[in-house]
């Protein structure tokens, strides 16, 4: 609605006649074009991106028509006079106007719409040869090229007058040019054009940051310029329409998004370097902690194994089934510190697969609950039936086992743990509650760190390379959930995840 009444304002005011303006506005023009063809062809160089590619082809076809505009109307007018003189008593001589400089106007605009329309892909060019710049560059000139022979042959379709007086009035009463079927033809296939590509831009991306919405509205803005030149066919005449004031503002937009998209694209490989920085430093320290914890455990089933095999005869029947039930121990142990190391390396660079689907929530806690390690701790468990999450499974139940073993291992022997599970305002909660000497608050944030190595007094002889709640944590944060910790009622701490019912 708000297009249309633009385009019936833009197309029921007359002309006005502003010379010194004119020669302004088709400066500001040409160089606002140009500066938007720099902007997407320095784009295009660091990003090899086909769409930017055409769009600087567009952006310079219409550069080019503006110098065009400017040259057809300095050639139109006697500028000493138009320019320089402030009142003129007698009808000022105009050297006959041509046709072409409207129809070579049309003509860059319908070249620079075509790349427009052809700038994001029709189909899927996945295995084909990139698009080089010499071939975009090269069809829109040769195609400029063999429309201007249009123009000519249309050249009788534009009437001209040989003189008017007074250069500050408008001119309701005046006699128009009048565009014939060739200027009406070009114009309204580029209107065509750029409500395509401005759709098509619209369609790839709403984001602000993004290109494509300010792409998408200069397109559709150039609409109704177009729309009052096919009204007021008065380029290269010295007439300034209500259409005019739209040219410099169309590569304005465009150029404003092209800057503004560019900053957003650095600023995210800055981020996307800054976290592959970090996921490196992350696995690199991952691997340090790896090698030192598992090469305990290796050394013991080592000698193990090795006093086992040459003491064989010697041991007796206990004997031999202790020394099994201690390699089997620390092997259970270096293949619970593999499997945690793994799982943070997926948890840490966000690479672990979540597949989100309707699961029931006290089944995947007992899942997790029958996969921790209780060590002899009585579990009371309180589920609250009929809650159906969106959720990954496997991982929840993985962060569930996470915090019963965390329960377990810091909790007095034999006390009991609590497990419940509810729901409430859209959202799943889990709590596990220990008795243990809780958790006090300046080292919460600690915790659940990677490597967290504290341990409370009493607690210092756990094992462990503290990356269970770390990758609690971790897949809490891809359910849009989080962990928090908090004091139990009675002693000891609250370890409770919640998050939303629906992904």
């Not at 042959?153 to 001209?160: M, P, R, T, Y």
């Not at 304005?252 to 981020?271: D, F, K, M, N, P």
Request: proline share 6%.
């Amino acid at each position: 609605m708000g297009l249309a009444s633009a385009a019936l304002l833009l197309v029921t005011h007359d002309p006005v006649v502003a010379p010194q303006t004119h020669v302004t506005l088709a400066g500001v023009v040409a160089v606002a074009w140009s500066a938007a063809t720099a902007a997407a062809w320095s784009r295009y160089r660091s990003s090899s991106d086909p769409h930017v590619l055409f769009l600087s082809a567009g952006c310079a076809m219409l550069a080019a028509g503006s110098l065009f505009y400017g040259v057809a109307y300095s050639f139109a007018l006697d500028l000493p006079q138009v320019l320089f003189r402030e009142e003129l008593s007698s009808i000022v001589p105009i050297r006959r106007v041509s046709p072409l400089s409207v129809l070579g106007w049309q003509l860059s605009w319908l070249v620079a719409a075509g790349c427009f329309v052809l700038a994001l892909p029709w189909r899927d060019r996945r295995g084909r040869p990139p698009v080089q710049p010499g071939t975009v560059f090269g069809y829109a000139t040769l195609v400029l090229a063999a429309s201007l022979p249009i123009a000519f042959l249309g050249a009788d379709v534009l009437q001209d007058r040989p003189a008017w007086k007074g250069f500050n009035i408008a001119l309701p009463g005046m006699d128009r040019f009048a565009l014939g079927p060739v200027g009406w033809i070009i114009g309204g296939t580029t209107v065509v054009a750029l409500v395509v590509a401005a759709f098509r831009e619209n369609a790839r991306g709403t984001r602000a940051h993004t290109v494509h919405p300010w792409l998408a509205g200069a397109f559709l803005l150039a609409v109704p310029m177009h729309l009052g030149v096919v009204h007021h066919p008065l380029q290269g005449m010295g007439f300034l329409t209500w259409a005019d004031t739209l040219q410099p503002v169309v590569p304005a937009i465009v150029l404003a998004g092209l800057l503004v998209s560019q900053r957003e694209e650095i600023s995210r490989v800055r981020r996307a370097t800054d976290r592959a920085a970090e996921v490196m430093g992350g696995r690199a320290e991952i691997a340090s902690v790896l090698a030192h914890d598992v090469r305990s455990p290796v050394a013991t089933i080592k000698s193990l194994a090795t006093t086992t095999t040459q003491s064989y005869d010697r041991l007796s029947d206990a004997e031999r089934t202790e020394f099994i039930g201690l390699i089997e121990q620390e092997a259970s142990r270096l293949l619970d510190t593999v499997n945690q190391a793994s799982l943070a390396l997926k948890v840490d660079a966000r690479t672990a697969v979540h597949e989100r689907r309707p699961v029931d929530l006290a089944t995947v806690v007992r899942e997790g609950i029958e996969a921790a390690r209780k060590a002899g701790h009585h579990l009371a468990v309180e589920l609250a039936p009929g809650i159906t999450v969106s959720a990954d499974r496997r991982h929840l139940a993985e962060a569930v086992r996470q915090l019963v073993d965390n329960a377990a291992k810091f909790s007095p022997p034999d006390a009991p743990i609590r497990v419940t599970s509810s729901s409430h305002d859209g959202r799943a909660m889990i709590e596990v509650t220990d008795a243990g000497p809780g958790i006090p608050p300046e080292r919460r944030a600690e915790v659940v760190a990677r490597f967290a190595n504290w341990r409370p007094e009493g607690y210092e002889d756990r094992t462990g390379i503290g990356l269970g709640l770390f990758i609690c944590k971790g897949i809490l944060a891809e359910h849009h959930g989080d962990l928090v910790i908090d004091d139990a009622p009675g002693g000891g701490t609250i370890l409770r995840i919640h998050f939303p019912l629906e992904g």
